[in-house]
């Protein structure tokens, strides 16, 4: 079968947008902030969203959490589904491929778990995950299923004199993988990337969705500041090896005072760090193989990454064109 139309493979139709939608000005609620969190790849771990909510609160100044997409993942267990989304969507979220075919009353499995994986996955990968998304569905009401369905797929928000674009995948779809740091090595697709910019208006984009993080600066001409990809990777689960931390992306007109930073950078005088999560890894193991035992398909998927994390380094976050 074409790989486009697996399931597990296809970006849907509804998944899309034009960059052009991050010229439409930031609600009110995400103007003029001085500390802005993006958490993007919660999967459910309830441990890892007591430290996010915990390092937020001791924020100051005008400020704005968003989940940007999948916070929900391994959480099958309803009681834990309750408590993830009653706590995120008293922040600002918007939603990723998963919660967008959780919202789906009628799926029709074309999409699988949305996941619009590239060719590099492998084929056992993709068909765990949409094996996960069709048991995660068991956990979700009608009515969380509603409140899933009435979250935008994008937003903008101001930070400083920076305007952010703020997305699950990458600036054309909600599930895209044009913000993958192993597409981002690619000189032709970084020159699609800058056209992104230029349609967009905006000076950065945070993402997450393809689950390592990459900061990646691009020269946008003489009459513009660089813009720069801010991917977080993943909050629920580790991004590096040897290393157990989630990561958030905290974009602040202040330096950032908690300890943890794995990557900074300094952009439009806005202080950008990748933030640690650490999370008690013990009860992040505990709640992980309560819910997904030896033999299922996350624990095939994830296990050995929450175990030991993958093969990268936070040395290779930060990119900056040749």
């Given at each position: 079968?074409?790989?486009?139309?697996?399931?597990?493979?296809?970006?849907?139709?509804?998944y899309?947008?034009?960059?052009?939608v991050?010229r439409?000005?930031?609600?009110?609620?995400?103007?003029?902030?001085?500390?802005?969190?993006?958490?993007?790849?919660?999967?459910?771990?309830?441990?890892?969203?007591?430290?996010?909510?915990r390092?937020?609160?001791?924020?100051?100044?005008?400020?704005?959490?968003?989940?940007n997409?999948?916070?929900?993942?391994?959480?099958?267990d309803?009681?834990?589904f309750?408590?993830?989304?009653?706590?995120v969507?008293a922040?600002t979220?918007?939603?990723?491929?998963?919660?967008?075919?959780?919202?789906?009353?009628?799926?029709?499995?074309?999409?699988?778990?949305?996941?619009?994986?590239?060719?590099?996955?492998?084929?056992a990968?993709?068909?765990?995950?949409?094996?996960?998304?069709?048991?995660l569905?068991?956990?979700v009401?009608?009515?969380?299923?509603?409140?899933?369905s009435?979250?935008?797929?994008w937003?903008?928000?101001?930070?400083?004199?920076?305007?952010?674009g703020i997305?699950?995948g990458?600036a054309?779809?909600?599930?895209g993988w044009?913000?993958?740091?192993?597409?981002?090595?690619?000189?032709?697709?970084?020159?699609?990337?800058?056209?992104?910019?230029h349609r967009?208006?905006?000076?950065a984009?945070a993402?997450?969705?393809?689950?390592?993080?990459?900061?990646?600066?691009?020269?946008?001409?003489?009459?513009?500041?660089?813009?720069?990809?801010f991917?977080?990777?993943?909050?629920?689960?580790?991004?590096?090896?040897?290393?157990?931390?989630g990561?958030?992306?905290?974009?602040a007109?202040?330096?950032?005072?908690?300890?943890?930073?794995?990557?900074?950078?300094?952009?439009?005088?806005?202080?950008?760090?990748?933030?640690?999560?650490?999370?008690?890894?013990?009860?992040?193991?505990q709640?992980?193989?309560?819910?997904?035992?030896?033999?299922?398909?996350?624990?095939a998927?994830y296990?050995?990454?929450?175990?030991?994390?993958?093969?990268?380094?936070?040395?290779?976050?930060?990119?900056q064109?040749?």
């Amino acid at each position: 079968m074409d790989a486009i139309a697996t399931p597990g493979r296809t970006c849907p139709l509804h998944y899309h947008y034009g960059p052009e939608v991050f010229r439409q000005a930031p609600a009110a609620a995400l103007r003029d902030l001085e500390v802005l969190y993006v958490v993007g790849g919660l999967y459910g771990n309830e441990s890892a969203l007591t430290e996010i909510l915990r390092l937020f609160d001791a924020e100051q100044g005008r400020k704005r959490l968003v989940f940007n997409g999948d916070f929900h993942w391994f959480d099958v267990d309803p009681a834990r589904f309750a408590r993830v989304q009653q706590a995120v969507l008293a922040h600002t979220a918007l939603r990723g491929n998963v919660e967008t075919e959780l919202a789906d009353p009628d799926p029709q499995d074309d999409a699988g778990c949305g996941c619009a994986y590239p060719d590099w996955v492998g084929d056992a990968v993709v068909e765990r995950s949409n094996r996960i998304l069709r048991r995660l569905r068991g956990a979700v009401t009608p009515d969380q299923r509603a409140a899933l369905s009435d979250l935008p797929m994008w937003l903008t928000a101001e930070v400083g004199d920076c305007r952010i674009g703020i997305v699950h995948g990458d600036a054309q779809s909600l599930a895209g993988w044009g913000f993958a740091q192993e597409h981002l090595r690619e000189v032709d697709h970084r020159e699609q990337v800058r056209d992104w910019f230029h349609r967009g208006g905006v000076d950065a984009f945070a993402s997450s969705h393809t689950c390592l993080p990459v900061f990646q600066r691009l020269d946008l001409g003489t009459q513009r500041s660089p813009g720069w990809i801010f991917n977080n990777g993943a909050a629920g689960m580790p991004n590096f090896r040897g290393d157990p931390a989630g990561l958030i992306t905290r974009i602040a007109v202040m330096p950032c005072e908690a300890k943890g930073s794995r990557a900074s950078v300094i952009h439009k005088r806005l202080h950008v760090d990748a933030l640690a999560i650490e999370a008690d890894p013990a009860a992040v193991r505990q709640a992980f193989l309560a819910q997904w035992p030896a033999g299922t398909d996350a624990h095939a998927s994830y296990f050995e990454r929450i175990e030991g994390g993958p093969d990268y380094q936070p040395h290779q976050v930060i990119r900056q064109e040749d």
